[in-house]
Protein backbone atom coordinates (compact mmCIF):
# COMPACT_ATOMS: atom_id res chain seq x y z
CA UNK A 1 0.00 0.00 0.00
CA UNK A 2 0.90 3.58 -0.55
CA UNK A 3 0.03 7.31 -1.32
CA UNK A 4 -0.58 6.28 -5.07
CA UNK A 5 -2.93 2.90 -4.50
CA UNK A 6 -4.73 4.83 -1.47
CA UNK A 7 -5.55 7.87 -4.07
CA UNK A 8 -6.83 5.24 -6.34
CA UNK A 9 -8.71 3.68 -4.22
CA UNK A 10 -10.12 7.04 -3.43
CA UNK A 11 -10.91 8.11 -7.03
CA UNK A 12 -12.65 4.52 -7.71
CA UNK A 13 -14.65 4.56 -5.08
CA UNK A 14 -16.20 8.23 -6.06
CA UNK A 15 -16.76 7.02 -9.28
CA UNK A 16 -18.58 3.90 -7.88
CA UNK A 17 -20.81 6.21 -5.62
CA UNK A 18 -21.46 8.77 -9.19
CA UNK A 19 -19.44 11.61 -7.69
CA UNK A 20 -17.01 13.73 -9.04
CA UNK A 21 -13.51 12.95 -8.91
CA UNK A 22 -11.58 14.87 -6.26
CA UNK A 23 -14.87 15.56 -4.51
CA UNK A 24 -13.19 13.19 -1.17
CA UNK A 25 -10.26 15.14 0.17
CA UNK A 26 -7.68 12.49 1.13
CA UNK A 27 -5.92 13.70 4.79
CA UNK A 28 -2.79 12.12 5.28
CA UNK A 29 -2.36 11.36 8.96
CA UNK A 30 1.36 11.76 9.68
CA UNK A 31 0.54 11.43 13.68
CA UNK A 32 3.80 9.24 15.11
CA UNK A 33 5.52 9.23 12.01
CA UNK A 34 9.15 9.83 11.57
CA UNK A 35 10.59 12.22 9.45
CA UNK A 36 11.66 10.31 6.38
CA UNK A 37 8.40 8.92 5.98
CA UNK A 38 6.41 12.60 6.06
CA UNK A 39 9.08 14.05 3.72
CA UNK A 40 8.85 10.74 0.88
CA UNK A 41 4.85 11.52 0.75
CA UNK A 42 5.85 15.14 0.70
CA UNK A 43 8.26 14.50 -2.18
CA UNK A 44 4.94 12.60 -3.50
CA UNK A 45 3.04 15.83 -3.93
CA UNK A 46 0.64 15.24 -1.47
CA UNK A 47 -0.12 18.47 0.71
CA UNK A 48 -3.11 17.73 2.94
CA UNK A 49 -1.58 16.09 6.45
CA UNK A 50 -3.09 15.44 9.42
CA UNK A 51 -1.93 15.42 13.18
CA UNK A 52 -3.72 14.44 16.23
CA UNK A 53 -1.63 16.49 19.05
CA UNK A 54 -1.02 20.29 18.61
CA UNK A 55 2.52 20.17 20.24
CA UNK A 56 3.41 17.22 17.69
CA UNK A 57 2.11 19.60 15.21
CA UNK A 58 4.29 22.54 16.09
CA UNK A 59 7.04 20.91 16.31
CA UNK A 60 6.83 19.44 12.58
CA UNK A 61 5.02 21.57 10.11
CA UNK A 62 6.60 24.85 10.25
CA UNK A 63 9.61 23.40 9.29
CA UNK A 64 8.11 21.79 6.88
CA UNK A 65 6.10 24.80 5.43
CA UNK A 66 9.33 26.81 4.75
CA UNK A 67 10.34 23.57 2.28
CA UNK A 68 6.97 22.57 1.05
CA UNK A 69 4.37 25.16 -0.41
CA UNK A 70 0.98 24.37 -0.09
CA UNK A 71 0.51 22.23 3.12
CA UNK A 72 -2.91 22.41 4.36
CA UNK A 73 -2.99 21.00 7.91
CA UNK A 74 -5.77 19.48 9.60
CA UNK A 75 -6.26 19.05 13.25
CA UNK A 76 -8.39 15.99 14.12
CA UNK A 77 -7.72 14.89 17.74
CA UNK A 78 -9.07 16.11 20.95
CA UNK A 79 -8.18 19.84 21.73
CA UNK A 80 -7.74 21.26 25.02
CA UNK A 81 -8.59 25.34 25.25
CA UNK A 82 -4.99 26.18 26.50
CA UNK A 83 -4.24 25.02 23.14
CA UNK A 84 -6.76 26.46 20.80
CA UNK A 85 -4.39 29.71 20.21
CA UNK A 86 -1.77 27.72 18.73
CA UNK A 87 -4.14 25.33 17.07
CA UNK A 88 -5.22 28.24 15.08
CA UNK A 89 -2.07 29.90 14.24
CA UNK A 90 -0.89 25.91 13.30
CA UNK A 91 -4.15 24.40 11.48
CA UNK A 92 -6.44 25.33 8.32
CA UNK A 93 -8.87 22.86 9.83
CA UNK A 94 -9.68 21.90 12.77
CA UNK A 95 -12.03 18.57 12.89
CA UNK A 96 -12.86 18.03 17.17
CA UNK A 97 -14.98 20.98 18.11
CA UNK A 98 -16.72 19.07 20.66
CA UNK A 99 -17.80 21.23 23.89
CA UNK A 100 -19.76 25.05 24.29
CA UNK A 101 -16.20 25.66 26.44
CA UNK A 102 -14.29 25.22 23.24
CA UNK A 103 -16.67 27.11 20.54
CA UNK A 104 -16.49 30.09 23.13
CA UNK A 105 -12.82 29.89 22.99
CA UNK A 106 -12.58 29.61 19.31
CA UNK A 107 -15.12 32.68 18.87
CA UNK A 108 -13.10 34.53 21.51
CA UNK A 109 -9.81 34.20 19.21
CA UNK A 110 -11.28 34.26 15.96
CA UNK A 111 -12.22 37.81 16.98
CA UNK A 112 -9.04 38.63 18.04
CA UNK A 113 -7.54 37.39 14.93
CA UNK A 114 -10.26 38.24 12.76
CA UNK A 115 -10.20 34.61 10.82
CA UNK A 116 -10.60 31.39 11.80
CA UNK A 117 -10.00 27.52 10.20
CA UNK A 118 -12.20 25.39 9.23
CA UNK A 119 -14.14 23.89 11.94
CA UNK A 120 -15.52 20.30 12.04
CA UNK A 121 -17.85 19.24 14.91
CA UNK A 122 -16.94 16.01 16.33
CA UNK A 123 -20.02 13.65 17.27
CA UNK A 124 -20.07 10.70 19.16
CA UNK A 125 -21.98 8.73 17.18
CA UNK A 126 -21.73 5.41 18.75
CA UNK A 127 -22.22 7.17 22.61
CA UNK A 128 -18.75 5.70 23.63
CA UNK A 129 -18.25 7.41 27.57
CA UNK A 130 -14.36 6.97 26.58
CA UNK A 131 -14.58 8.95 23.27
CA UNK A 132 -14.84 12.58 22.73
CA UNK A 133 -17.37 14.52 20.63
CA UNK A 134 -21.18 16.15 20.88
CA UNK A 135 -23.89 12.94 21.43
CA UNK A 136 -26.53 12.38 19.13
CA UNK A 137 -29.27 14.21 21.09
CA UNK A 138 -26.95 17.40 21.04
CA UNK A 139 -25.93 17.96 17.83
CA UNK A 140 -28.81 20.12 16.12
CA UNK A 141 -28.65 22.21 19.34
CA UNK A 142 -24.54 22.69 19.36
CA UNK A 143 -24.25 23.49 16.06
CA UNK A 144 -26.79 26.03 16.58
CA UNK A 145 -24.78 27.57 19.27
CA UNK A 146 -21.56 27.43 16.78
CA UNK A 147 -23.28 29.38 14.34
CA UNK A 148 -25.11 31.82 17.01
CA UNK A 149 -20.84 32.77 17.71
CA UNK A 150 -19.96 33.18 14.33
CA UNK A 151 -17.87 30.30 13.90
CA UNK A 152 -17.34 28.73 10.33
CA UNK A 153 -18.25 25.20 10.96
CA UNK A 154 -18.32 23.55 7.79
CA UNK A 155 -18.86 19.99 8.50
CA UNK A 156 -19.34 16.97 11.04
CA UNK A 157 -16.60 14.26 12.21
CA UNK A 158 -17.09 10.84 13.59
CA UNK A 159 -15.48 7.54 14.96
CA UNK A 160 -17.40 4.46 14.67
CA UNK A 161 -17.24 1.83 17.34
CA UNK A 162 -14.45 -0.52 16.45
CA UNK A 163 -16.95 -3.10 17.01
CA UNK A 164 -20.10 -1.72 14.83
CA UNK A 165 -20.65 -1.63 11.49
CA UNK A 166 -19.27 1.44 10.13
CA UNK A 167 -21.91 2.54 7.93
CA UNK A 168 -24.64 3.03 10.36
CA UNK A 169 -22.63 5.86 11.74
CA UNK A 170 -21.92 7.12 8.52
CA UNK A 171 -25.14 7.18 7.78
CA UNK A 172 -26.14 8.93 10.68
CA UNK A 173 -23.45 11.66 10.14
CA UNK A 174 -24.95 12.41 6.64
CA UNK A 175 -27.99 12.78 8.03
CA UNK A 176 -27.09 14.94 10.75
CA UNK A 177 -25.21 16.85 8.38
CA UNK A 178 -28.13 17.62 6.22
CA UNK A 179 -30.67 18.30 8.68
CA UNK A 180 -28.55 21.04 9.68
CA UNK A 181 -27.22 21.99 6.27
CA UNK A 182 -23.49 21.34 6.59
CA UNK A 183 -21.58 20.11 3.41
CA UNK A 184 -18.58 18.58 5.29
CA UNK A 185 -18.06 15.03 6.31
CA UNK A 186 -15.38 13.92 7.51
CA UNK A 187 -15.20 10.34 8.07
CA UNK A 188 -13.49 6.95 7.32
CA UNK A 189 -10.15 5.86 7.87
CA UNK A 190 -8.17 3.31 6.52
CA UNK A 191 -9.93 0.53 7.30
CA UNK A 192 -13.46 2.15 5.57
CA UNK A 193 -12.53 5.13 3.86
CA UNK A 194 -14.23 4.02 0.67
CA UNK A 195 -17.64 2.92 2.37
CA UNK A 196 -17.47 6.64 3.58
CA UNK A 197 -17.01 7.90 0.43
CA UNK A 198 -20.24 5.84 -0.55
CA UNK A 199 -22.04 7.67 2.18
CA UNK A 200 -21.07 10.91 1.15
CA UNK A 201 -16.90 11.82 3.11
CA UNK A 202 -15.75 14.89 1.71
CA UNK A 203 -12.76 14.35 4.02
CA UNK A 204 -11.43 10.79 4.68
CA UNK A 205 -8.45 10.37 7.13
CA UNK A 206 -6.27 7.49 6.00
CA UNK A 207 -2.66 7.12 8.18
CA UNK A 208 -1.32 3.48 8.30
CA UNK A 209 -2.43 2.26 4.56
CA UNK A 210 -0.32 5.37 3.92
CA UNK A 211 2.68 5.01 6.15
CA UNK A 212 2.64 2.34 7.58
CA UNK A 213 2.60 1.67 11.19
CA UNK A 214 3.01 4.40 13.33
CA UNK A 215 6.21 5.07 15.55
CA UNK A 216 5.88 3.77 19.36
CA UNK A 217 4.98 6.86 21.27
CA UNK A 218 8.32 8.13 23.58
Not at 75 to 82: A, D
Not at 96 to 116: F, M, N
Not at 118 to 146: M, R, S
Not at 175 to 183: D, S, V
Request: glycine letters at 10%; hydrophobic letters at 45%; a neutral charge.
Amino acid sequence: MGLSDIQDRIRKAEAAAGRAEGSATLIAVSKQQPPARVEAILQEGHRVFGENRVQEAAEKWPAYRERFDGIALHLIGPLQTNKARQAMDLAQAIHSVDRPKLAATLARLAQERGACPELFVQVNTGEEPQKAGVLPADVDGFVAECRRLDLPVRGLMCIPPIDEEPSLHFAMLAKFAARNGLEGLSMGMSGDFETAISFGATHVRVGAAIFGARAAQG
